[in-house]
């Protein structure tokens, strides 16, 4: 019965979208571009949609007469029973999503019988692969007039209730950063630098609030959770290595275990996955924020006869397609390539490994490296400190398309694999400092100070 109500109600959306197109000429190219024909099932419906876009194409009139024309006299009652069934047009994308939610059921019920009658594993991949695609299509194409756009600002400006985006546990760079579902944000380092720490700090912190997944492509499951127990719990690695807990560690553990229960961050042992598996993979469980640690390391679909460049082209336009059309946010891990030794240049966007469609589709770019030794952070007027490469890190938003830049030294726990800003509470003095010590440096070579990129409000302050 339900089918049946199903179908009966399609059809009669189906028909509404061709009467729409009948009685009113203004909506016939919107409408066009926004059905997919697949999703028409009945016979006269799609034969009329066919016929429309046929005349359309052609530059002719797109009315019930020329439609008859092309389809045959025979389903001239059809066309005239749409239109009279169709009080108005203001409805049609209405209808065209009932119609569409009616034909991607249809299409899902038949891959799942496809799914349970499959008889190989390469099959069942196809089926689930067919499935992952359907529960993510959508209308491709949408628009919206200048005026709506306007009305709908006014509306969202005038509900005082602040907006939410996603954090990422250290202030500076929530402040300035406006992370939302569907953003991709790339993390950059370089081996051993701490990206995927500094990545698991920040998915436990956002599974606070959100359903996040962790695709883990080239770190076993013991090594995860060693290092989340050490950064969540603030319990010593080494002691966690050597099986040594102390009565403290474990009463520690024991306290802080109801808080991290609640966390929803589930870990996914990924080595060889495809992009697509992540896809299907994220869909299935419902994630919110997705992170792949890392993203050079996922399987290619084509590999004969493609360049490695242009695999990961590939591989960063799938991911962008799926973090837009889920209202997923994707988190990539990336390597930045290797810099010549001794060489003194501060790592950009552009040491973005293996392709240049990474830097292209990333909204948010951070980057993790070491400081050099050579580096000074200025706190107020009274000295200049060495950073330790082994104790600290810079964190450097690179790319941020709307928000400001920045760079900031970072102290590193690697007891407990964690970060900390450092002078956090006295930054804008420190900023002013550094300001006034690279004036007085400006004709030493080799040193680097910590500034504010891009955009600065009146007083210079970050973010």
């Not at 799914?115 to 067919?130: F, G, H, N, P, S």
């Not at 040594?244 to 961050?265: H, I, Q, T, Y």
């Not at 060495?386 to 007891?415: C, M």
Request: proline share 3%.
């Amino acid at each position: 019965m339900a089918v049946e109500n199903g179908a009966s109600q399609s059809f009669e959306a189906e028909t509404a979208v061709i009467g729409s197109m009948l009685i009113d000429p203004d909506v016939i190219p919107r409408v066009l571009a926004a059905v997919d024909p697949r999703d028409i099932q009945s016979t006269p419906c799609r034969l009329a949609f066919q016929a429309a876009q046929s005349l359309f194409r052609e530059g002719k009139s797109v009315d019930a007469f020329n439609i008859r024309n092309v389809i045959g006299k025979k389903y001239a009652g059809f066309l005239a029973e749409c239109m009279e069934v169709t009080p108005t047009s203001a409805n049609v994308f209405e209808y065209i999503d009932v119609m569409h939610e009616q034909a991607t059921l249809e299409r899902i019920r038949a891959q799942a019988m496809t799914l349970t009658t499959a008889a190989t594993l390469d099959e069942c991949r196809e089926a689930v692969k067919a499935l992952g695609e359907e529960f993510g299509a959508g209308r491709k194409i949408e628009s919206w007039t200048l005026a709506e756009l306007l009305a709908d600002f006014a509306t969202r400006q005038a509900d005082q209730t602040p907006k939410e985006y996603i954090g990422y546990g250290l202030a500076p760079v929530d402040e300035g950063t406006y992370t939302e579902r569907g953003d991709i944000v790339m993390i950059g380092g370089s081996p051993s630098d701490g990206k995927t720490a500094f990545a698991l700090i920040t998915a436990y912190h956002m599974a606070q609030k959100y359903n996040v997944g962790f695709f883990s492509l080239e770190t076993n499951k013991e090594k995860l959770e060693d290092r989340l127990v050490a950064s969540g719990f603030q319990i010593d690695l080494a002691a966690i290595k050597k099986n040594s807990l102390s009565d403290e560690d474990w009463s520690r553990f024991e306290k802080g275990l109801p808080d991290a229960s609640r966390r929803r961050l589930r870990i996914f042992r990924a080595s060889g996955i495809t992009a697509d598996e992540i896809i299907w993979t994220s869909r299935a469980y419902g994630l919110d924020v997705v992170f792949i640690d890392y993203v050079q390391l996922i399987t290619p679909e084509v590999t004969r006869g493609v360049s490695r460049a242009d695999q990961m082209a590939e591989v960063s336009r799938t991911l962008k397609t799926f973090a837009l059309t889920s209202n997923t946010a994707v988190v990539e891990l990336a390597q930045l390539t290797r810099q010549e030794r001794g060489s003194k240049r501060e790592r950009d966007m552009f040491d973005l490994g293996e392709s240049s469609q990474f830097e292209k589709d990333a909204d948010i770019i951070l980057l993790l490296y070491r400081p050099g030794s050579d580096t000074h952070f200025i706190e107020g007027d009274k000295h200049s400190e060495t950073l330790d490469p082994d104790k600290t890190r810079i964190l450097r938003v690179a790319k941020n398309k709307e928000g400001r830049w920045g760079r900031w030294p970072l102290s590193f726990d690697g007891a407990h694999q964690s970060f900390s800003i450092l002078a956090e509470n006295s930054f804008n003095a420190v900023q002013r400092a550094v300001r006034e010590e690279k004036h007085k440096r400006s004709g030493i070579q080799g040193q680097q100070s910590f500034e504010t990129l891009g955009q600065a409000d009146e007083k210079g302050m970050p973010f």
